[in-house]
């Protein structure tokens, strides 16, 4: 007699210890390192540097990577995939000839807290899910929007956001020195900010502790997650006020976080035992590269190093204007992919 077995799926995206060591031990490491760094001069440059080659650029390629995975869901996408890439390409060229490179840079400025917000509340959802939580998840998203507001509002009352002075290897950063556009606040709304954060807060481990009592208590794992980011991104904000060391460090568990889940939508996809529809030859040719990244970890990880060091050498001919047209067009795409996955 045969017995049949059901195959759980994994709470963990990638394995246990693997995002244990990754997101939970790695990224808040890196994060600590960059603000320790910060204070000594070169030493943040460099680390920047490297942190931008290694993770940071690779993990807006992974954009790309996770949706060439699967013919049928780059079809799905390709029509806000070639018309934002169109109209991000424009507003940054037509911004840059301009000579309005500073409303270029703001773009990016308010957008790249939002983007990383969203984040960190989709993958601890997806974290629950994977792991039986059925509960509903308002109560993640409102702790995180009051975690993430509370000290954008701090550093807009507190001198609003400004680039120090950056030379690598004898070059200047193309954004060195800038100052973004902020609105000229009172010191009193951040703490009207800090005030709803904690609010929210006692509310959250209130509603928590209720569930726990029916056994629908978020898992552990996300409750170390939310509070090794919110931690890291509040005491960024708090103690610090050169605006690319708050970018990168706030980046740094997000950027470890989508690695992971695109690795994993990448393998699941490729699993899939379903025939290929009929694409384009381009198409079904980056597909073909996406099957030869999964089936050779190492090829698949030099690959997005060598096109993340491509990326890097335009910095400073195109004066960061091909790095942003990356970084806008996942921020965009991302969005889109994950909202309409989730309808």
């Known amino acids: 007699m045969t017995k049949s077995t059901t195959v759980q799926p994994s709470p963990r995206l990638v394995g246990t210890r693997s995002d244990i060591f990754f997101i939970l031990l790695a990224g808040p490491f890196i994060s600590l390192v960059l603000l320790w ?53 424009t507003l940054c060229i037509g911004l840059a000839l301009a000579d309005q490179l500073l409303l270029l840079v703001t773009i990016w400025v308010y957008w790249q807290p939002y983007h990383v917000c969203k984040q960190h509340f989709g993958v601890a959802t997806m974290y629950a899910r994977k792991s039986g939580y059925k509960a509903n998840t308002d109560h993640v998203k409102t702790l995180v929007l009051a975690g993430f507001a509370a000290p954008l509002l701090y550093r807009l009352t507190h001198g609003g956001f400004e680039f120090g002075h950056y030379v690598l290897f004898g070059n200047t950063l193309p954004f060195s020195g800038l100052k973004v556009y902020s609105p000229v606040l009172p010191e009193w709304i951040a703490w009207i900010g800090y005030a709803v954060f904690a609010i929210v807060m006692v509310r959250f481990v209130l509603e928590e502790r209720r569930d726990a009592r029916s056994g629908q208590a978020l898992p552990r794992f996300v409750w170390i997650m939310l509070a090794l980011s919110l931690a890291l991104y509040n005491a960024a904000y708090l103690l610090i006020g050169d605006l690319y060391a708050l970018i990168l460090i706030g980046t740094s568990v997000h950027a470890i976080q989508y690695h992971l889940v695109c690795v994993s939508t990448v393998k699941t996809r490729l699993a899939d035992a379903e025939a290929v529809p009929t694409v384009s030859p381009v198409l079904a040719w980056c597909h073909r590269r996406v099957k030869a990244l999964g089936s050779h970890p190492l090829y698949w990880a030099g690959s997005l190093f060598v096109a993340s060091s491509l990326v890097m050498a335009t910095e400073f001919p195109t004066l960061g204007i091909v790095p942003l047209i990356l970084v806008l067009h996942h921020f965009y795409l991302d969005g889109v992919i994950w909202k309409r996955k989730a309808k």
């Open 37 to 89: 760094g910060i204070w000594h001069g070169p030493t943040f440059l460099i680390g920047a540097a490297l942190f931008a080659l290694l993770l940071d650029i690779p993990h807006l390629l992974h954009t790309y990577v996770a949706l060439l995975s699967s013919p049928a869901e780059f079809a799905r996408h390709q029509r806000p995939f070639w018309l934002g890439l169109a109209a991000i390409t």
